[in-house]
């Protein structure tokens, strides 16, 4: 007889797009993406606003019944049948958001960008092992079949040392006269929620050079990297719209280029006809993935012998054909639950120390490029009370 699943329990704080998705992806069946192991349960969900907008989110969701809603971020991690807190707030607030779960004794999968600054992820890390907690990085990505594939790859030395990733991850918002077609006031581009490209788009290119030149490092020789950036800013705001960041690996002879912008697109015809959104090389080849780089369903293998001959991949996302639902979040959500379930605080997929890094490169860049975020946003103080948490100003 089959051992039953390991159940987890979740509860969503926020209820904006992304946690729809992410929602949506829980309540797939995991059958549908031959998972047999895990399973999820959404049990709670809180606006920070009110109650009614939790209950919208439900409604929206298709959520099945007795899924409880709260109008406050302090009921839901108050909550003793959640098992683990998923913080889908704005990045601006996740440092405020996941220290008020890990401070009520919650599990947490918080979403990228991690935080705003590199002491804010440290103070998390830390709370989170004094606690003896789980805590992750949503970093989606890392966790499809097709990453775990291509990490695989380079490690086996089919296109021998890595020396080179170039990596982009933009989108063509450019609007008339020097302006971007999102308002201001849009999380993407306003400072105080921590918009720009870097955080919200770029972090998705360093994904990739980081999952290949430093994660597929060995353990004894880990070696951070140098970080060179230039940034233009968007004049209305301050936030910046175009962050280019090159990676120096020294000890490992290897670089990577990430690049992100608000004005142009990675693919501009939505067919990948202008090629790779990035590129892994070695002396014997070198490994293509399409974009979106957040999203990857194909990658191609160009070895140096191949006379020509390309080995095509497609990764095609699962769905659950009773609802049509499948965006790619479950992965992630089942290596929370597989932790969980073995007593893991961490997940070796992305350690708290490479988020750290992360978090290290991102700042420097933001500094080299002079963008400014305030206070509220980059201390590193924790505050129960903070509007970040309450929704008050």
């Known amino acids: 007889m089959a051992s039953q699943p390991h159940t987890i329990r979740w509860g969503i704080m926020a209820t904006g797009w992304i946690a729809e998705m992410f929602v949506k992806d829980l309540l797939t069946n995991p059958a549908a993406r031959d998972v047999h192991d895990v399973a999820h349960k959404l049990v709670a969900v809180a606006s920070s606003s009110s109650k009614d907008s939790a209950a919208n989110f439900l409604t929206k969701v298709q959520a099945p019944e007795g899924v409880k809603t709260y109008g406050s971020y302090a009921e839901l991690v ?8 998923y913080v ?27 935080t705003v600054t590199a002491s804010q992820a440290k103070k998390l890390v830390g709370t989170a092992r004094s606690k003896n907690l789980f805590l992750m990085e949503a970093v989606w ?9 291509i990490r695989e790859l380079v490690q086996s030395g089919i296109i021998g040392p890595v020396y080179r990733v170039i990596a982009d991850n933009s989108f063509g918002n450019d609007g008339p006269n020097g302006s971007l077609t999102f308002k201001d ?26 999952q290949i030149l430093y994660h597929c490092q060995p353990e004894q020789e880990k070696e951070a990297p140098k970080t060179v950036a230039a940034i233009n800013k968007y004049d209305a705001t301050g936030a910046d719209e175009m962050t280019n960041i090159i990676l120096q690996f020294p000890k490992h002879k290897s670089m990577g280029i990430a690049m992100t912008c608000l004005r142009i697109p990675t693919d501009t015809d939505g067919h990948n006809s202008g090629g790779p959104a990035i590129k892994i090389q070695g002396p014997l080849g070198e490994i293509q993935v399409m974009g979106p780089a957040f999203k990857p369903l194909q990658y191609r293998i160009v070895k140096k012998d191949s006379a020509g001959k390309v080995e095509i991949v497609d990764c095609p996302i699962p769905h659950d054909k009773e609802r049509d639902w499948g965006h790619g979040m479950f992965w992630e959500a089942d290596e929370c639950a597989r932790c969980l379930r073995d007593g893991k605080k961490e997940s070796s997929t992305l350690p708290w120390e490479e988020s750290i890094v992360i978090m290290e490169i991102m700042e420097e860049a933001l500094k ?22 309450t929704g008050k100003r």
């Not at 108050?78 to 807190?85: C, E, F, R, S, Y």
């Not at 401070?103 to 918080?110: D, H, P, S, Y």
């Not at 990505?141 to 594939?149: A, E, Q, V």
């Not at 006031?185 to 980081?210: C, F, K, P, Q």
């Open 78 to 85: 108050a909550d003793p049948d959640v098992d683990i807190v």
């Open 88 to 114: 889908a707030t704005p990045h601006s607030h996740h440092f405020q958001n996941t220290m008020l779960a890990l401070e009520a004794g919650k599990n947490v999968l918080c979403e990228k960008a991690f």
């Open 141 to 149: 990505t890392r966790y499809f079949p097709l990453s775990i594939k």
């Open 185 to 210: 006031e849009h999380r993407m581009v306003n400072v105080d929620l921590a918009g720009g490209a870097l955080l919200d788009l770029g972090i998705y290119s360093l994904t990739w050079l980081m």
């Open 368 to 389: 080299q490029g002079g963008v400014d975020y305030p206070e509220l946003i980059t201390t590193d103080v924790y505050d129960a009370k903070s509007p970040l948490n």
